[in-house]
C-alpha cells in the first residue's frame, strides 16, 4: 500500500512489534532476575506452601520461552488461577493476580486509570495553551521587553519542582484566599463541575512545569521557521506579520511540539506520582509506588505495562497527526 493507507499500516505494524519487545523486557526484567522470583512475588510472609503455589502458576519450573508463552497467553486469551479451593479465570488481557489483595491487577488499574487520565488530559490542554502561547508569543516579540520577561517565568517554571508550585497553590488559592476547597477527586461521571474544580490546582501545578519545556521549544522553532525563505516572500508580499506568525510559522513549527506532547502526555500517565501524592489523587502513580513498596510484583509488572503501552500509542497518534501537519512524512 502507498500513500496515507501504506503510512497507517506501517505505523500500526510497528506499534504492535513495539508493544511485543515491551512485554518481553518487562517479563525479563521481572521474571528472569536471580533470586527466588516466587518468594519475591508472593512477599516475605508467605508460607513454603504458597511459595510452591507460586510458582506453579508462573510456570517456574517450565522452560524460558515456554514462561513467557504462558506470560503473554494470559496477555492475549486469559489465565486460569487457582485460589486454594477454586479456579478463578482471569479474561483477556489478564494482567495477574494481586499477591496482597488476590484481586485482578487490570480490576486494580481500571479504577485508578480514570484519574490519571483525568489529572493528564486537563494537565495537557493548559500545558499547551500556556507552552504554545509563550512560546510563539516570544519568538513573535524577539528582543524586547516582553520576551525577556517570558523567558524569565519561563526559566522559572522550569526549574522549580512540581511539589513546590502545587505547595503554593494550596496555600495561596485553598487557604488565604479560600478561592477553591482543597482538592478532593470526585468522579466525572457524578459531579462534571465539583471534578473539574477539584482538579483545577492539580492540572495547574503539573502544567505550569510541562508548559516551560513547551514554551523552550516552540520558540526555537517559530525563530527557526520565521528565518526561512517562505516567509520573507510573504512579507515581501505584503501578508501581514500576525497572518504569517498564526497561519505560516506556526504550522511549520507544531511538528517537534506534537513529538514532544507525545512523550509528556505517554510518561505523565504514571509518571504524574508527585501531583497525585500531594493531592491525594488515587491514580496509576500512587498504586505503583504503593506495589513497589509491598513488593506486589504482578500489580508493578501490570502497571509498567499499561504505562508503556501509553507511551506507545501516544507517539502513534503523534505520528499520524505529524503526517496530516505535514503530508511529506507520508513518503517517508
Given at each position: ?293 509491598v513488593v506486589d510484583l504482578p500489580v508493578v509488572v501490570g502497571m509498567v505495562l499499561v504505562i508503556g503501552f501509553f507511551v506507545v500509542l501516544a507517539n502513534a497518534v503523534a505520528d499520524v497527526l505529524y503526517a496530516v501537519a505535514d503530508r511529506r512524512v507520508v513518503l517517508t
Amino acid at each position: 500500500m502507498t500513500g496515507f493507507g501504506g503510512f497507517l499500516l506501517r505505523r500500526t505494524i510497528g506499534t504492535l512489534a513495539t508493544l511485543l519487545a515491551i512485554s518481553v523486557i518487562v517479563y525479563v526484567v521481572f521474571y528472569v532476575t536471580p533470586g527466588n522470583v516466587a518468594q519475591i512475588t508472593c512477599g516475605p510472609r508467605c508460607s513454603p506452601e504458597q511459595v510452591h503455589q507460586v510458582a506453579l502458576q508462573l510456570h517456574l519450573d517450565d522452560p524460558l520461552y515456554m514462561r513467557y508463552w504462558h506470560f503473554l497467553q494470559g496477555l492475549v486469551v486469559g489465565q486460569d488461577y487457582s485460589t486454594g479451593t477454586s479456579v478463578e479465570h482471569c479474561s483477556a488481557p489478564c494482567l495477574g493476580l494481586s499477591y496482597q489483595t488476590d484481586q485482578q491487577v487490570l480490576g486494580i488499574i481500571l479504577t485508578r486509570l480514570p484519574v490519571s487520565l483525568s489529572l493528564v488530559f486537563g494537565a495537557m490542554v493548559l500545558w499547551l495553551v500556556l507552552g504554545v502561547g509563550t512560546g510563539v508569543l516570544s519568538a513573535w516579540r524577539r528582543g524586547r521587553l516582553t520576551e525577556r520577561v517570558l523567558t524569565a517565568l519561563t526559566l522559572a517554571g522550569w526549574a522549580t519542582p512540581v511539589f513546590v508550585i502545587g505547595l503554593v497553590l494550596m496555600i495561596v488559592v485553598c487557604g488565604e484566599l479560600q478561592l477553591l476547597p482543597f482538592p478532593q477527586y470526585v468522579k466525572l461521571t457524578d459531579d462534571p463541575e465539583q471534578w473539574a474544580w477539584n482538579l483545577l490546582l492539580p492540572w495547574l501545578s503539573l502544567a505550569l512545569i510541562e508548559a516551560a519545556s513547551f514554551a523552550r521549544l516552540t520558540r526555537a522553532s517559530m525563530l527557526e521557521t520565521l528565518a526561512e525563505d517562505h516567509i520573507r516572500t510573504f512579507r515581501a508580499y505584503g501578508v501581514g506579520e500576525g497572518a504569517i506568525v498564526g497561519r505560516h510559522a506556526l504550522r511549520g513549527a507544531l511538528a517537534p511540539v506534537i513529538a514532544l506532547n507525545a512523550n509528556n502526555f505517554g510518561s505523565a500517565v504514571g509518571g504524574a506520582v508527585l501531583t497525585e501524592t500531594l493531592f491525594g489523587l488515587p491514580g496509576l502513580g500512587q498504586e505503583l509506588v504503593h506495589a513497589v513498596s509491598v513488593v506486589d510484583l504482578p500489580v508493578v509488572v501490570g502497571m509498567v505495562l499499561v504505562i508503556g503501552f501509553f507511551v506507545v500509542l501516544a507517539n502513534a497518534v503523534a505520528d499520524v497527526l505529524y503526517a496530516v501537519a505535514d503530508r511529506r512524512v507520508v513518503l517517508t
